[in-house]
């Protein structure tokens, strides 16, 4: 029936995953509120009237300490499948980990070091 066999799954998978996000968009603009009064446009800030603008800097800290916490998110990602294969990769998988564990533990050290952890 189809010209790639085995392929009949991932396709309705496929369509599945399709689907739902669509299915969400339809049903949300089907049941939000449609009132325009005035408080609705305005802008949410924790339930307080926003004070001052949008547009303003932003201390570089922040951002430092946002991108050393992807940095180490993503290597707990990085870690989970060489974890659950472990067993079958052998010695040398085992030392290109803790390469990699060494490099961003010397990451760490050096985003210290510069005070990129340091909130105050």
Known sequence: ???LSGYE?????LLLCSLVPALALAASKLLRPTGRYPEKRTTYESGMEPIGGAWIQFNIRYYMFALV???FDVETVFLYPWAVAFHRLGL???IEALIFIA???IALVYAWR???LEWS
């Not at 799954?9 to 998978?13: A, I, N, R, W």
């Open 9 to 13: 799954y991932f396709l309705g998978f």
């Open 1 to 3: 029936m189809f010209v």
């Open 103 to 105: 490099i961003l533990v």
């Open 69 to 71: 916490f992807v940095v």
């Open 114 to 116: 510069k005070g990129a």
């Open 92 to 94: 040398l998988a085992f």
